[in-house]
């Protein structure tokens, strides 16, 4: 969330911000972050988790000098982070999060592993709103950091999104790899379990194969009965 406003400063007109950053739907990382710039360049910033004001141009760390002696604008800014932000974010999510719609998720294998090649699955989210999502991958409880290519969220132009992940890796066997996908329409973290027993192209293949199979035999046994059939007849005609 950005606020914006025109305040003078030292006597300067200077554009001001104030952001509110979190990421957790119960705000408990909620930072403030109100900020003083002049064409364009941030001069001075208030950082919640910091406390107080730092300066990052010369005129900057005169005004964090000046600002810091303030106690009562440091609480203020302090206090602004439960009722400002949170207070703003509440109202924010409240109109947003009612209308957020739940992606459906689809979790394949893209290659199987052979040899010294690794395997490779992929996580599709479709289909869902609001664009900020976070797709991830878990395998025996602990995040992966590597072998991880994730797409942008991708606008469908209809309001809708949907974001690829692929994890490339070595199976190994009673490991447990899982896609996780978080996202405002859901309070809980929605993780899908890969079952490597039975990837779709496995099943596939499968498939094909049992009715090739059940084919197969059907085709034998009836060629068998046909040939017993006419054999047995043979041998009653008389010559
Ligand atoms: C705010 O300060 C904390 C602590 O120094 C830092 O980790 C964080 O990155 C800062 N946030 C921004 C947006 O600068």
Redesign the pocket.
């Known amino acids: 969330m950005l606020f914006g406003f025109i305040g003078t400063a030292e006597g300067y007109y200077e554009y001001a911000t104030r952001e509110c950053?979190y990421s957790t739907s119960d705000y408990s990382d909620m930072?403030l972050?109100a900020s003083f710039s002049f064409n364009k360049v941030v001069d001075v910033?208030f950082?919640s988790?910091?406390g107080e004001f730092v300066g990052y141009t010369e005129e900057g760390v005169t005004y964090a000098k000046n600002f810091n002696k303030n106690q009562a604008f440091l609480q203020q800014l302090k206090a602004d982070v439960d009722a400002f932000c949170k207070h703003n974010a509440q109202i924010r999510d409240s109109a947003i999060r009612n209308k957020a719609v739940k992606p459906k998720i689809k979790l394949r294998s893209v290659k199987q592993a052979e040899g010294r090649r690794p395997a490779m699955l992929m996580c599709s989210a479709y289909h869902f709103y609001p664009e900020k999502i976070s797709v991830y991958w878990l395998r025996d409880g602990k995040v992966v950091t590597t072998d991880v290519t994730s797409t942008m969220e991708l606008a469908n132009g209809d309001w809708y999104y949907q974001i690829h992940s692929e994890l490339e890796y070595s199976p190994r066997s009673g490991e447990k790899i899982s896609c996780v996908v978080e996202h405002a329409s859901s309070t809980q973290p929605m993780i899908y379990d890969w079952d490597p027993s039975m990837s779709e192209s496995e099943r596939n293949k499968f498939a094909i194969g049992a009715s090739g199979l059940v084919l197969g035999i059907i085709i034998a046994a009836a060629g068998l009965i046909y040939y017993k059939k006419k054999s047995a007849g043979r041998i009653l005609v008389p010559n």
């Open positions: 950053l930072v972050l910033q950082n988790t910091v």
